[in-house]
């Protein structure tokens, strides 16, 4: 059991720390891709493996012969939209603005959102006092990361401004597919992120092939860091939390949300050579307060 909760622990911080270096890939990947592009090359990379890897394992994709199997699809279809499509495509297309630690701050704010959103949608997941403080504290560092005053003072015209609404808007987004996860109906979680990723894969490939044309030959490092994304990022991360789900819980893996914003700062600077502004700082600092206010019970709770 001791050994059990070791790998899951080994296995999350590996999740924070692929999921946090997905920043740096987009990065490299702008090089010499559009950001549509980007979106759709990983999306269709780990549409290819999870698919594969999901036939292997015996579960192939969801049925459309029966009514569960169906509303599977269906859900997929959301989650394809709010958990890959618009939030790949914002993000890349945001980092051409702003740098990938700050994008990769926003990504903190997810667990945030899904607070309101469960309170209405998810039967038992009311808003506790606990949790509605929480989300105060949390919503605060949001406003702060977004910088309303500089907003306001450009009239909301500025580029830059408008690539930190998108990152916020990602992460609105996957919080929406959070919850359109959790209500799906219960099957191979595998098979259900196939469906998703291959019907993600058949509505970006056309958008960028319309709207950016064929990439030209891409530098090595744009190349390498699509790669990656599809690869790690977007595929074998998926494949692990499927894993971290079914040996120590949704909860649990919720704490990765604690990691991924820290190791997008590291690595940013480290790499990248990114300056990150002290509201920035203050903001992660509010926004991972609020966090853990609101999921202190799973702190006790852990394996």
């Keep these: 059991m001791r050994n059990q909760a070791v790998i899951n622990w080994m296995l999350l911080a590996f999740l ?86 700050y994008a990769g701050i926003t990504m903190a704010v997810v667990p945030l959102l899904v607070l309101p959103l469960s309170h209405f949608f ?16 949390g919503f605060a560092g949001v406003v702060i990361l977004i910088g309303p005053a500089q907003i306001l003072e450009s009239g909301g015209g500025d580029i830059e401004n408008i690539a930190r609404i998108a990152c916020v808007i990602a992460s609105f987004c996957y ?5 359109i996860t959790r209500l799906a109906p219960s099957g191979p979680q595998m098979a259900f992120s196939s469906a998703a990723l291959i019907m993600a894969a058949t509505m970006l490939v056309p958008v960028a092939l319309i709207v950016e044309g064929v990439p030209s030959v891409p530098t090595q490092a744009a190349l390498l860091g699509v790669l990656y994304l599809g690869l790690f990022p977007t595929a074998l991360a998926t494949v692990i939390l499927v894993y971290v789900i079914k040996a120590a819980g949704p909860p649990f893996l919720s704490l990765v949300n604690y990691q991924v914003p820290v190791w997008a700062v590291v690595i940013g600077m480290v790499v990248l050579n990114e300056t990150l502004p002290g509201q920035f700082v203050w903001a992660l600092g509010l926004i991972l307060i609020g966090l853990g206010v609101s999921q202190a019970r799973i702190w006790r709770s852990r394996p």
Excluded: C, D
């Design 175 to 179: 919080a929406i597919g959070s919850i």
């Design 16 to 101: 924070g720390l692929v999921w946090g270096s997905s920043f740096l890939g987009v990065k490299l990947s702008l090089e010499s891709f559009g950001p549509i592009t980007v979106a759709a090359i990983r999306i269709s990379i780990a549409a290819i493996i999870l698919t594969s890897v999901s036939f292997y394992m015996g579960h192939g994709l969801p049925s459309t012969s029966t009514a569960t199997g169906r509303k599977i699809w269906r859900h997929g279809f959301g989650m394809a939209i709010f958990t890959n499509a618009v939030p790949f495509t914002l993000l890349s297309w945001a980092q051409l603005h702003v740098s990938s630690g």
């Design 122 to 137: 998810i039967p038992g997941e009311r808003l506790s006092p606990q949790k509605t403080f929480g989300f105060g504290v």
